[in-house]
């Protein structure tokens, strides 16, 4: 991980695979050479385009497209950030665990009451919402994962939390809450959102911090 | 990127004073968390503040000092913690802290002394099974904090809930549970002056909710938090607006492309919607990145503005529209507009200013 302290709030996690850029940078240059350009645009859509655009450039690579750009004739950013079906993603998302609850079958949980436990369940409240990013479209359909355990949301969306339905696992407080980190999730959350991965990535808010992970 | 959102300070006057008048004597505690939905907590917070809002809900404590370190003097509530949050600044710069769990107060209570107790409001969990405690966890959570403010640690400012704006009768039960929950610490001895349960939609509709402050939100940014009224419908009016230009992309006949995409805060996944260009509304085709297209008549305004939503009153979309046609809340368009989008504050007592 990086090494910029952790910030005294919740816990917001763009996480960027260093090793996945590395490899999605070769990819790009063995197939266009010195055409090989890197779409900054719209904040490198949500990657941080200050350091996408430094570990390009220490990759040789010298030719930018920028928000002030027209629309590149030829879209790149599918090698180039994992946004092409079958890729994993450069980003995966997490947020934290802030409240754990045991409730009984048939618990309506968040807004509208549009959802109910069917068994007795364990019910974690995450720090994360459609003001992040995360689409209400996703209410009750996208899944999180806690520990060993995915869970679908519970309930609706809201601005700044989610609720995730672990049913007989367990949970902390502080735990991680994993929305994706690889193909698979990834692409659960771009269907079940209706949502392309670059309009995914893209619309991640400012609040969730991007930290850079070697592995 | 080239899109524009406009920050309208006399609507949010406006709509502050409207609040304040329908529910007071309760007090008006303003909701400025998420960037203020996205409109800037720091310029908002100052108006808000200049029309009736006596408190502001800032959701988490890095928010919450940030505002009284730029001079914000009021009451600031912050809520929602995780196990890194930073109580010992929290309590340093008084900030009320909201408490659903016993490892919140005693993180708390460690960062406070007798000179500086910290100041809290201990959540009931009244059915919306987010934050707050069980009301089986209840009664120790409010003996635990008595402990504590009998020792001088903490200072009991509240006591308070959030409603799942369910069915009139789901949310009649949950007034109910916060009124047994507010029953039971009195007989603990624990008696807050500040019970706060409502926000916009409690706030607005049911008086019994209101108690000593309601939690308005989306209702100050001009929209509606009801689906059978619009913002509008409740005399209220937008805040934001959101502008762009018609671009000089080549497009396809009868089409044009206006400069905002989805990354500059244009709804994704909207069906039927509309922008207005120079006042005529023109119907989306389809959203890209950084550009929309659009349908257009025959003669069209190369220098037109272009709104894709704003105040209903203009004739323009309103966010409350881009809400219907993409299947979600007003909430989540205007907190959608990204961060990077430059904000224009127009301000209610001087001559519109850019910050």
């Known amino acids: ?215 | 990127m080239s899109a524009l959102a406009i920050i309208d300070h006399a609507a949010l006057a406006h709509n502050v004073g409207v609040l304040s008048a329908r529910v007071a004597p309760a007090e008006v505690m303003l909701a400025v968390k998420a960037d203020a939905y996205g409109h800037g907590m720091h310029e908002i917070a100052s108006t808000a503040l200049a029309s009736g809002a006596s408190s502001l809900a800032v959701l988490e404590i890095p928010a919450a000092v940030a505002l009284r370190e730029s001079g914000v003097d009021c009451q600031l509530f912050a809520w929602l913690h995780g196990v890194g949050s930073d109580f010992e600044s929290a309590v340093s710069h008084r900030i009320d802290l909201g408490v659903s769990a016993l490892w919140q107060l005693e993180r708390i209570a460690r960062a406070s002394s007798r000179e500086t107790p910290g100041r809290v409001h201990l959540k009931i969990d009244t059915g919306l099974h987010r934050n707050g405690a069980l009301p089986e966890q209840w009664p120790e959570l409010v003996t635990a904090a008595r402990s504590l403010a009998e020792r001088g640690l903490v200072t009991i400012e509240g006591i308070w809930s959030h409603l799942a704006d369910a069915s009139p009768d789901d949310d009649a039960h949950a007034v109910d549970a916060y009124a047994a929950a507010l029953a039971i610490a009195d007989e603990l001895g624990v008696r807050p002056t500040m019970r706060h349960l409502a926000a916009s939609s409690a706030g607005w509709r049911e008086p019994r909710a209101r108690y000593d402050a309601v939690r308005f939100g989306i209702a100050a940014y001009g929209i509606s938090p009801f689906d059978d009224v619009t913002g509008q419908g409740m005399g209220l009016r937008a805040v934001m607006t959101l502008q762009c230009a018609v671009s000089t992309d080549e497009a396809p006949a009868g089409r044009r492309w206006i400069t905002a995409g989805y990354a500059d805060g244009v709804p994704l996944g909207a069906r039927d919607a509309e922008v207005s260009i120079g006042g005529e509304r023109c119907a989306v085709d389809s959203v890209e990145l950084a550009r929309t297209l659009t349908v257009v008549p025959d003669s069209i305004d190369d220098e037109a503005i272009v709104t894709v939503f704003g105040e209903p009153g203009t004739g323009v979309p309103s966010a409350e529209d881009w809400a219907r046609w993409s299947g979600t809340i007003g909430d989540e368009i205007v907190t959608g507009v990204p961060r990077r989008v430059e904000r224009r504050h127009d301000r209610v007592l001087s001559a519109p200013t850019t910050s």
Do not use: N
Not at chain 1, 144 to 152: D, H, K, N
């Open chain 1, 1 to 215: 991980m990086s090494a910029a302290p952790e910030p005294p709030g919740l816990r917001r996690v763009a996480r960027l695979s260093a090793r996945a850029f590395d490899e999605a940078l070769t990819a790009l240059t063995t197939e266009f050479g010195d055409d090989a350009e890197v779409d900054l645009r719209a904040d490198a859509y949500g990657h941080g385009a200050v350091e996408i655009e430094r570990r390009a450039r220490s990759r040789g690579i010298e030719r930018f497209v920028r928000d002030a750009d027209a629309s590149p004739a030829v879209d790149r950013s599918s090698t180039l950030y994992g946004f092409g079906v079958g890729r994993p993603p450069l980003i995966s998302l997490i947020g934290e665990v802030v409240a754990v609850k045991r409730v009984a079958a048939g618990t309506a949980i968040s807004y509208g009451y549009t959802y109910r436990t069917t068994t007795a369940s364990t019910l974690a409240l995450v720090g994360l919402g459609y003001a992040d990013g995360v689409p209400r479209l996703a209410s009750s359909t996208a899944t999180v994962r806690v520990g060993e355990r995915r869970g679908l949301i519970a309930g609706r969306i809201a601005m700044d939390q989610l609720v995730v339905d672990l049913g007989d696992a367990t949970a902390t407080v502080g735990d991680d809450a994993v929305l994706w980190d690889d193909v698979e999730s990834f692409a659960a959350w771009c269907t079940a959102t209706g949502r392309a991965p670059a309009e995914l990535t893209t619309r991640l808010g400012a609040r969730i911090r991007r930290v850079w992970s070697d592995a």
